[in-house]
Nanobody, 115 residues
Framework: QVQLVESGGGLVQIGGSLRLSCAAS????????MGWYRQAPGKQRELVAA??????NYADSVKGRFTISRDNAKKTVYLQMNSLKPEDTAVYYC??????????WGRGTLVTVSS
C-alpha cells in the first residue's frame, strides 16, 4: 500500500513563504513524475508544478515564485513557495506517478494566505 503524506501547510501573510513536503512510503518504486496540484474553493484542481528527472514545469501563475524539487532517495517532493498571494490560498495535493503509470494522491494540505 502506498501512502503520500504532505506537510508544511498553514496560515501565512501576503508576501510570506511556506515549504511543502510530500513523502511517499509503502510499496512504491520507479517514480517517474512528482507534482503538486491545488484546489481553491469553487474551482477545479489545477497543476501547480511538476518534476521528473529531466524537467520541471510550472503554472504561469507561480513561475518565479515557487520552486519544486525532489529527493529520490527519500521519495520526497518539495514545493518552496515565496511571495505568496491571496490567490494562492487552496488545498495543495501531492501526486506521484510511477513508471508503470500508477498514480497516487495525498490527502492535501491547506495553505491560507491572508493579510
Amino acid at each position: 500500500q502506498v501512502q503520500l503524506v504532505e506537510s508544511g501547510g498553514g496560515l501565512v501573510q501576503i508576501g510570506g513563504s511556506l515549504r511543502l513536503s510530500c513523502a511517499a512510503s509503502g510499496s512504491i518504486s520507479s517514480i517517474y513524475h512528482m507534482g503538486w496540484y491545488r484546489q481553491a474553493p469553487g474551482k477545479q484542481r489545477e497543476l501547480v508544478a511538476a518534476i521528473t528527472n529531466t524537467y520541471t514545469n510550472y503554472a504561469d501563475s507561480v513561475k518565479g515564485r515557487f520552486t519544486i524539487s525532489r529527493d529520490n532517495a527519500k521519495k520526497t517532493v518539495y514545493l518552496q513557495m515565496n511571495s505568496l498571494k491571496p490567490e494562492d490560498t487552496a488545498v495543495y495535493y501531492c501526486n506521484v506517478v510511477q513508471v508503470s503509470s500508477m498514480s497516487y494522491w495525498g490527502r492535501g494540505t491547506l495553505v491560507t494566505v491572508s493579510s
